[in-house]
T-cell receptor, first 113, second 111 residues
Framework: NAGVTQTPKFRVLKTGQSMTLLCAQD?????MYWYRQDPGMGLRLIHY???????AKGEVPDGYNVSRLKKQNFLLGLESAAPSQTSVYFC????????????FGDGTRLSIL | GQQLNQSPQSMFIQEGEDVSMNCTSS?????WLWYKQDPGEGPVLLIA?????ELTSNGRLTAQFGITRKDSFLNISASIPSDVGIYFC???????????FGTGTSLTVIP
């Protein structure tokens, strides 16, 4: 089993460019999450989804959009990248309820110049 | 957002020593999780706790859900070099679907 797979693993963007990060899970999990990890800040929740076709805002949603068109995929979009969005982005998924442990991907390292 | 205070921020210990770290919050949590993150990888779940006072072990690791429900502790016994990494706590309360993460404890084990 692949678990949670994130694509791409690395990316460098110029300010103002747009891009989409892809997260795919093969565990039939209902819940999916996008976090960003910055030095000294721990993991902060950007957006999450409690099932196919649903999305909700997390702690730091500004500047990001998400979509969950298929249960196994959760997309994170940056419409106009800013240097403040330079970070490591992690996707996670969990089974049937939000109190279940989350399984993480290996991250996408994004640099905005 | 919810603030989780995790301490210590970093630890340098000799191989074979025991390690203790803790996490505290300003509000009550119903679930505590402990994760380990290796460089270049995502966090991996170590232990999950669901009841106040619960003490759970996973090999040399033992974690406890504090009685006040505002704290949790992780102990590692007889540390080995592969214990090196960053350890994160995460807690979830009554409101919403969100887990809040601590800022991590960086562990270095000196052979």
């Amino acid at each position: 089993n692949a678990g949670v797979t994130q694509t791409p693993k690395f990316r460098v963007l110029k300010t103002g460019q747009s891009m989409t990060l892809l997260c795919a899970q093969d565990m039939n999990h209902e819940y999916m999450y996008w976090y960003r990890q910055d030095p000294g800040m721990g993991l902060r929740l950007i957006h999450y989804s409690v099932g196919e076709g649903t999305t909700a805002k997390g702690e730091v949603p500004d500047g990001y959009n998400v979509s969950r068109l298929k249960k196994q995929n959760f997309l994170l979009g940056l419409e106009s990248a800013a240097p403040s969005q330079t970070s490591v982005y992690f996707c996670a998924s969990s089974y049937l309820s939000s109190d279940q442990p989350q399984h993480f991907g290996d991250g996408t390292r994004l640099s905005i110049l | 957002g919810q603030q989780l205070n995790q301490s210590p921020q970093s630890m340098f210990i000799q191989e074979g020593e025991d390690v203790s770290m803790n996490c505290t919050s300003s509000s009550i949590f119903n679930t505590w999780l402990w994760y380990k993150q290796d460089p270049g990888e995502g966090p991996v779940l170590l232990i999950a706790l669901y009841k106040a006072g619960e003490l759970t072990s996973n090999g040399r690791l033992t974690a406890q859900f504090g009685i006040t429900r505002k704290d949790s502790f992780l102990n590692i016994s007889a540390s080995i070099p592969s214990d090196v990494g960053i350890y994160f706590c995460a807690g979830q309360g009554n409101t919403g679907n969100q887990f809040y993460f601590g800022t991590g404890t960086s562990l270095t084990v000196i052979p």
